[in-house]
């Protein structure tokens, strides 16, 4: 049987179709090449994560609360209770000496409630009282009302210091100013409602003595004024005015802790003064009735926050599992032992971080092809003979120069 004749034709040899590689992005191509140091710990950080478990944390969790707690100080019952018994015999020896200057300045109605506050309060003012020559003087302090609840329990605090602000100045320096007795008005000033403090100050100055003073008896004529009048003897001219003042004041006892000045006893050390008993009196006019004023709710203050320094801070941070803590940041334990994380801050000693952060770093080259990489070799290939090239020119310009 023949075949069709079109079968036997001649016919053009077929060319394969040549393939062209596809365009890679320009985008990936300028992209940086991270480091293999930095890829190998971002997927670390991801199998942290995916493994993180807290029933296989739980021993590490208690231990850490173990240690925690034996970090604390921890008084025995008979130190606790010398202590006790020194503050009573404290606060007893200042009622009496007190009593009599209170009821002239303030009235027989004046209420003076005894305060009671930590025990490290106590102690830091009983240890500055050992170590140091003193005297015990008694001083008023005045304050705002939303300051009484925390020096009442955490004692008066040093301005200036671990992120307390000072709140009216320091024309003598920098420190806690209270008032000699006998001038309650200038911690009145301060004071906002009807309450004030008595406070306690392990006084270590000592009196001043004015120095030597040279007088000059050389007289010298005015250049500035026509003088019809000339001394027949020798006037005395002070040249040294006394220097035992800060401004209108004369500073009377002086010490590096303690300084008596005018009516005001500034203290620069926080263990050297704590609040003994808390000054109530009625206001010396009724106030007139007014309208209602519908009550006001009372501020929302966060749960993580609590009262430090008479103000709301950030309480202590609990242990965590790791984390992520931003779309491209991780938070995992610093060693390959440790399972758990604790937040806090690297420059704060009382609440420091237990972990470190990890960057997020995605494979440049996961879902690429071989074309793909290859036109990416050959880009960086071509920038480092670009780079040599124009550091030997450049160095080649500056020999020439010599």
Same mark, same amino acid.
């Given at each position: 049987m023949a075949c069709p004749e079109e079968q036997w034709e001649l016919r053009a040899p077929r060319r394969r179709k040549r393939k062209f590689p596809r365009r890679v992005s320009d985008k990936w191509l300028r992209g940086p090449v991270p480091d293999r140091y930095d890829l190998s710990e971002a997927q670390r950080a991801l199998k942290i994560l995916a493994d993180a478990n807290i029933e296989k944390c739980l021993d590490e969790l208690v231990s850490n609360r173990q240690n925690t707690a034996c970090e604390a100080p921890v008084l025995r019952n008979r130190t606790l209770r010398r202590l006790n018994k020194q503050w009573? =015999?404290? &606060? =007893?020896?200042? +009622? =009496?000496?007190?009593q009599g200057d209170i009821d002239k300045e303030f009235g027989p109605n004046i209420n003076m409630q005894p305060l009671n506050p930590d025990v490290e309060v106590k102690q830091r003012f009983f240890e500055a009282r050992r170590t140091l020559e003193h005297t015990t003087t008694l001083t008023y302090h005045g304050t705002k009302a939303a300051n009484i609840d925390s020096i009442s329990r955490i004692g008066l605090l040093m301005p200036g210091k671990d992120g307390h602000k000072v709140a009216n100045g320091s024309a003598h320096g920098v420190g806690i100013y209270t008032a000699k007795l006998g001038s309650?008005? /200038?911690s009145k000033n301060f004071c906002d409602s009807c309450k004030m403090f008595v406070c306690a100050v392990c006084d270590s100055s000592q009196p001043v003595t004015e120095p030597d003073v040279k007088l000059e008896t050389t007289w010298k004529p005015s250049t500035t004024v026509v003088q019809t009048k000339f001394p027949k003897r020798p006037t005395a001219v002070n040249k040294h005015p006394s220097v035992n003042r800060l401004g209108r004041h004369d500073v009377v006892r002086r010490s590096d802790q303690v300084l008596h000045v005018g009516n005001a006893v500034v203290t620069f050390e926080e263990g050297c003064v704590v609040p003994l008993f808390l000054l109530s009196w009625a206001p010396e006019t009724e106030p007139e009735e007014e309208e209602e004023a519908p009550? %006001?709710? *009372?501020?929302?203050?966060?749960? %993580? /926050?609590v009262l430090? #320094?008479?103000a709301w801070e950030p309480q202590d &941070? *609990?242990?965590a599992l790791p984390q992520q803590v931003g779309r491209r940041r991780f938070a995992v334990p610093e060693t390959e032992e440790a399972q758990l994380i604790q937040f806090g801050d690297d420059h704060d000693p009382? #609440?420091? +971080? +237990?972990g470190r952060t990890v960057w997020m770093v995605s494979d440049p080259f996961e879902g690429t092809t071989s074309g793909d990489r290859w036109v990416k070799r050959r880009m960086l290939e071509r920038k480092r003979h670009i780079q040599r090239r124009q550091a030997r020119q450049s160095k080649e310009a500056k020999l020439e120069r010599f």
């Open positions: 009573s =015999s404290l &606060q =007893s020896y200042a +009622r =009496s000496q007190i309650p008005g /200038l009550a %006001k709710l *009372a501020p929302f203050v966060p749960d %993580k /926050l430090r #320094h008479h &941070q *609990a242990w009382v #609440h420091p +971080r +237990r």
